[in-house]
């Protein structure tokens, strides 16, 4: 059975297909500041796409989306900051969640465009 870092790259690695299959440019994936980490981050029609990956085994404790609430937003909100600024990056951003569910041996996945604004 797989460990949680196993199931997460498989997530991201599933969810890097799915975008760049639309046409999104991956520009990195895991990147890092300091203690901050964004799953994805893609360019796609002229807007910087941020994007976080969930992948769950089971909707018992609810759907893999739910799991992004405001504190991981607000981090990612920090860590989408950090890269503008350090990339000197001028495109329009956008927040997205990719939920992953895993049932009977099969993965459904649901792409949430633009899921969680920053609040001022």
């Not at 994936?29 to 799953?39: A, G, I, M, S």
């Not at 609430?69 to 350090?86: C, S, T, W």
Request: hydrophobic share 40%.
């Amino acid at each position: 059975m797989p460990n949680n870092t196993e199931k997460g790259n498989l997530g991201e690695q599933m969810a890097c297909d799915f975008l760049a299959n639309l046409g999104y440019k991956i520009m990195h994936t895991n990147w890092r500041h300091q203690h901050l980490e964004v799953d994805l981050i893609a360019e796609y029609k002229n807007m910087l796409i941020i994007v976080e990956v969930k992948l769950r085994a089971s909707d018992a404790f609810g759907e893999p989306k739910d799991f992004v609430g405001k504190a991981k937003q607000k981090k990612l909100i920090k860590a989408a900051d950090f890269y503008i600024k350090e990339n000197n990056v001028d495109l329009e951003i956008r927040f997205d969640i990719i939920s992953i569910l895993q049932s009977n041996g099969q993965f459904h996945l649901e792409h949430i465009e633009n899921a969680f604004q920053p609040t001022p």
